[in-house]
Structures are given as structure tokens and as C-alpha cells.
């Protein structure tokens, strides 16, 4: 492609804001952009915080259902934990310009706030919401390495610390202090500060959590995934949102920019394209014909990944091949990792580390110079005739940050473990962290077996009356109200647990045409016992039809409540027996027999403790 030189002689034209004078802010070269480039920089910004939607549905389709509430979750623990603390220090370790910031960590502009009259309050501020995006992503990509046995309240402590495992690093290749931005280390989308870092940082997690509960016992296979329909959904709003990654990269589209935010977005699809068939082909072959969801996945966010770091050096031909490697490593690397015991439920590891380093490395081979921006300082890939210095730069640029990622992350989960368990309870892993740890109950996954098996072991009332998810607890208990009426019915010919005088005068001075019949016939026996409990639950008083003695439902008084049974009188005693009485009615009891039909069930030789 021929370039028109009389477009690029002169300065950065556009690349400065018009008015950057009496700032009270120290200007950097992320500020240096105008009205139209901040409007470029927070639309994608918009964009890029969709992804953590992306990363919670793929994560939570990729674990058991009986997790999938608890990683979406730790998705939203990452981004209201890991924000804050980037705003309170992450932004400034990044990019802070103060006096005692040196070559390995920025020290100023902490707690951004920029105030109103300044000139530079609006590109300072979309220059940290662009960033902030960015920093939340890297630290969700861990969330789904520790999925499915890391206790929340830890993972918790963990997000709001591992703004330090990010933004340290990322200072280093793109703020002005950083040793590695010195030397001219490249990355324009974050293949190393983002999924290098993040990868490498849920390796380590995996490996200091241990593998999930039998995971290895039948062989290394990948387990059934919760819901590959989430999956997929997720790695196509992931897809969408690295656009904006990519394209927003290039920090506005004033001057030269527009015209290679526009090649960062093919050459994104390009790449991607080229990861997509590579592991179509790939798992059709492996699978004899059949298309396995998680190999394509994989190839498709492995491309992505790849492309990242140098999005817009590269011509279409060489994205394509860049995507294609990038795949083919992502789809060798998770079994590798598994077979090294490394569970990683959704491979964050192989896809964003190993094809994180490989994408550093890309721009080391294939980057060509961006005229007129200054993004590769003047230089070329070794295949674009550059020589070998900046592959040299890329490969330290990788190893450095690959090292700090998985070093830090040991040692603040170590230090967390100290302060609380990271690892989930044997009984909390078998239930799942739904039930644990959010009281949200599936059905037909499994829980309800757990819950029998472990009783003998670990009993938890909270647990146990714990309802399903998706059910009306309200309308069961009137089922089964229903079910007993009717059983009374047949044995005995009538209705003595309800009285059934929900058309009676209650005192009302008036015929009661009951609470839910309106309009029907009052005579049916549906609408009169659904009345009659209405009036029993909310406490109603009313003749008994069978003697005609008053009676109501019971309610604890407020002066027994607190009191111990040897405080209480002859006739409060009663009282509470008939309270307990109705309160029990319906109550289901667990008892030994339903503990035998649950072990016969589950083949299980335990014995019953009382």
C-alpha cells in the first residue's frame, strides 16, 4: 500500500488536545487527545466492560451447574473489588508521573480525580476508564481457573489484591517509566499486561488450589461441561467486546490513528478467522467427523488472544497465520496442563498465558513500522527485515511478565490461606458453592444425593431447608396442604384439619364471599380449603363447623419468645404446645427411613447416626 507522505509530514497533527494549558495534572502522551479521540476512547471503553459478560457466560457454562450462580459471582466481586483498589493505587503503579516514581513502579496520581476547570479532566478521566477496563479483565480471567473449590469469601480478598499482580507490569510496558517501554517493548492491546499476566496468574492459582475433587480418577478427559449453550454465547460476546480492545487501543482516531484503528479491527477478525478453521479442521479430524464445542472455543480465543499485541502491524495474510498458531497452541496446551494435574475448568491458562507469550512474540516477527506513529519507535519485525532487537525485547518483555504474574499470585494466596482457608471444604466442594455459599439449591444435578451421602458426616439444617431453585415454596406448602386434606377426606369423610368456614360471618357484618373465589362457585371444596388456609396462616379466629368452638392458628406471643420451657406457666406451656403443633403440621421430618431409602439410592453403606 502506498502512502501519501504530504499526509504525515509536520507533527503529530491531532494527536493533542487544543487546550492543555494551566493543568494542574502532569501531562503524559495517554492524555494527548482530543474531543473526538475522547469520544473514541469511552465508547470502547463501554464496549470492553460487555467482555466481563462474555467471561461470566463462557466460565459458567464451562463448570457444574451447581457452581455456575457462584463463578458469575466472583465475576462481580472482580470487577466492584479489583476496580476500587485500581483506582486507589493500580492506575497510579501503572502510569503515575511523581517525583519518586523510577523504572519499576509509577508513584503518583493515585485516587484519579481530576478536578472540575481543569483541562485535562476529560482526557485524564477516559484515559482511566480505558485503562480500568483493562485491568478488570485481567483480573477475571483467574476467576475461572480457581472455579468450582476456591472458598468466596478468599477469592474475595484475593480480587481486592490483585490489582498488584496487573498493574505493576503493565507500568512496565506502557507507562513512560517502565524499563521495558524504554527499551521499546511493543504491545498495543494487552497480549502481555492483560492475557499473559492473567494466564500466568491462573496457573498459578490452579496449581496452588489442587484439582477439583476426582477429577483425574477417570483418566484426563475434559468433564461434561454445565451448559455449552453459555459457552458459546459467552466467546461470541467476548468476540464482539476484543474489537473495541483492539480498535480502542490506538487511543482515538484524530491524525494517522483512525486509519490503523480501522486495521486493528479487520486484521482482529482476521486473525480470528484463521484460529476458527484451524480448529474446526482440527476437531473434526481428532473427533472422526464430530465438532467437540470447547476445541473451537479455545481455537477462537487463542487467535484473539494472539492478535492482540500487535493488532495493527501486521498485513492480513500474516494475522491469519498469527491466529491460526495461536489456536493450534491453545488447543495442545490444556491437555498438556491437565497432564501435569493442573485443573483449569476453563483453560485460562493455555489460552490466555501460552497463547499470550506467543502473541509478545508475533510482533517480534511479523510487526511492520506504523508510519507516521511511533508505536514500534521506528522498527520492524525480524521478518520484516528489522533484525533481531525487538524480538530479543519481546521474549524478556514475556518472560518478565510471565514470572512476576505466577510468583506474586503465590504468594498473596499464600498469605490469603493464612488469614482463611482458599480452598473450599470437602463438604461445601461436594454440595457446590450455589448451595454453600449462595443458598441457591439446583435441582437434578446431583445436590440432593450429596446432601444425603455427607449427613452422616456434616449435618447443616441451613442447608437442607434450603429450596430449589425455581420453585414457589409458597405454593408447595399449599400443595401439600391440599394432598392432607384430601387423604383426611377419604379416611374420615371430612374436612377436620381446615374448618372450611371461609364463608361464614366473621364478624364482619357481612357474608364472606372468600379470598380467591370471587366470581366462581362458592361451593367448591378447591376454593373453600385454599380460604380456609389463608385465614389459618394469617391467625384468623372463627367457629369450628365439626363443635363449634372457636379456634385460630396460633402465633408465639412476643413475652414467651427468649424464655426457657422451666419459665414457663402451666398455661403458657399449652400454648406453645399447640403453636409447635401447627407449626409442625406440614412440616416435613426427616427420619431414619427416608435416611435408608436415600442410601439405598445411593448404594451407599453408611450407617444412620441420630
Known amino acids: 500500500m502506498e502512502y501519501n507522505e504530504t499526509l504525515y509530514e509536520g507533527p503529530h497533527i491531532g494527536l493533542r488536545s487544543p487546550n492543555l494549558t494551566n493543568s494542574t495534572v502532569t501531562l503524559q502522551e495517554s492524555f494527548e487527545i482530543d474531543l473526538e479521540d475522547t469520544n473514541w476512547i469511552l465508547t470502547n471503553s463501554f464496549i470492553i466492560f ?38 486507589i493505587f493500580g492506575y497510579g503503579m501503572s502510569f503515575g508521573q511523581g517525583p519518586y516514581s523510577n523504572s519499576f513502579i509509577g508513584l503518583g496520581d493515585f485516587l484519579v480525580d481530576p478536578p472540575v476547570g481543569d483541562a485535562l479532566m476529560g482526557p485524564v478521566l477516559a484515559s482511566f476508564l480505558f485503562q480500568l477496563s483493562f485491568a478488570t479483565t485481567a483480573t477475571t480471567i483467574v476467576s475461572g481457573a480457581m472455579a468450582e473449590r476456591c472458598n468466596f469469601k478468599a477469592y474475595c480478598l484475593f480480587s481486592f489484591l490483585n490489582t498488584i499482580v496487573y498493574c505493576v507490569p503493565a507500568g512496565w510496558v506502557w507507562g513512560s517509566h517502565g524499563f521495558l517501554n524504554k527499551m521499546g517493548a511493543v504491545d498495543i492491546a494487552g497480549s502481555g499486561p492483560v492475557h499473559l499476566i492473567g494466564g500466568s496468574s491462573a496457573f498459578a492459582s490452579a496449581l496452588m488450589l489442587g484439582p477439583r475433587l476426582g477429577r483425574y480418577e477417570k483418566g484426563l478427559a475434559p468433564l461434561p461441561l454445565g451448559n455449552p449453550v453459555n459457552a458459546v454465547m459467552g466467546t ?91 489456536a493450534c497452541i491453545a488447543i495442545v496446551t490444556c491437555p498438556l496442563f491437565d ?92 454440595l457446590g458453592a450455589d448451595l454453600t455459599e449462595h443458598r441457591i439449591r439446583h435441582g437434578q444435578v446431583g445436590v440432593s444425593r450429596a446432601v444425603s451421602a455427607l449427613r452422616p458426616f456434616h449435618r447443616s439444617h441451613s442447608i437442607e431447608g434450603v429450596d430449589g431453585i425455581g420453585v414457589n415454596s409458597g405454593h408447595t406448602i399449599i400443595l401439600d396442604k391440599l394432598s392432607e386434606i384430601n387423604n383426611q377426606k377419604l379416611k374420615e369423610g371430612n374436612l377436620k384439619m381446615f374448618t372450611n368456614n371461609a364463608f361464614e360471618d366473621h364478624g364482619q357484618g357481612r357474608k364472606r364471599k372468600g379470598l380467591l373465589n370471587h366470581a366462581s362457585n362458592p361451593a367448591n371444596d378447591l376454593h373453600r380449603a385454599l380460604d380456609s388456609m389463608v385465614l389459618e396462616m394469617n391467625g384468623a379466629k372463627f367457629k369450628n363447623r365439626t363443635n363449634g368452638e372457636s379456634s385460630k392458628t396460633r402465633i408465639a406471643p412476643e413475652e414467651l419468645k427468649g424464655k426457657k420451657l422451666k419459665e414457663l406457666s ?31 439410592r445411593a448404594n451407599s453403606n453408611i450407617r444412620w447416626i441420630d
Open 50 to 87: 460487555t467482555m466481563q459478560t462474555g467471561f461470566g457466560m463462557l466460565e459458567s457454562g464451562c463448570v457444574s451447574i451447581k457452581n455456575e450462580a457462584n463463578i458469575m459471582m466472583k465475576n462481580l466481586a472482580d470487577i466492584s473489588l479489583g476496580g476500587l483498589t485500581y483506582w
Open 236 to 326: 461470541f460476546v467476548l468476540w464482539w467486546g476484543w474489537l473495541a480492545f483492539n480498535s480502542g487501543s490506538t487511543y482515538g482516531v484524530s491524525g494517522a490513528k483512525w486509519q490503523y484503528a480501522a486495521r486493528a479491527a479487520v486484521m482482529t477478525m482476521m486473525g480470528s478467522f484463521g484460529g476458527g478453521v484451524f480448529g474446526l479442521l482440527y476437531t473434526m479430524i481428532k473427533n472422526k467427523g464430530k465438532a467437540e464445542v470447547m476445541d473451537l472455543i479455545n481455537s477462537v480465543l487463542g487467535s484473539l488472544v494472539s492478535i492482540t499485541a500487535g493488532c495493527f502491524l501486521y498485513r492480513a495474510w500474516e494475522a491469519i497465520l498469527i491466529g491460526m498458531i495461536g
Open 339 to 430: 497432564r501435569i494435574k493442573v485443573d483449569d475448568p476453563v483453560g485460562a491458562s493455555a489460552v490466555h498465558g501460552a497463547c499470550g507469550f506467543w502473541g509478545v512474540l508475533a510482533v517480534g516477527l511479523f510487526a511492520d513500522n506504523p508510519i507516521p506513529m511511533e508505536t514500534t519507535n521506528g522498527r520492524s519485525g525480524l521478518f520484516k527485515g528489522g533484525g533481531w532487537y525487538l524480538l530479543g525485547v519481546q521474549a524478556l518483555t514475556g518472560v518478565c511478565l510471565m514470572t512476576w504474574a505466577s510468583l506474586v499470585t503465590v504468594a498473596l494466596l499464600w498469605l490469603i490461606d493464612k488469614i482463611m482457608p482458599i480452598r473450599m471444604d470437602p463438604y461445601e466442594e461436594l
Open 570 to 600: 402451666v398455661q403458657e406451656l399449652e400454648d406453645v404446645e399447640e403453636i409447635n403443633a401447627n407449626m409442625d403440621r406440614f412440616r416435613h421430618r426427616f427420619g431414619e427411613d427416608d435416611y435408608k431409602r436415600d442410601v439405598m
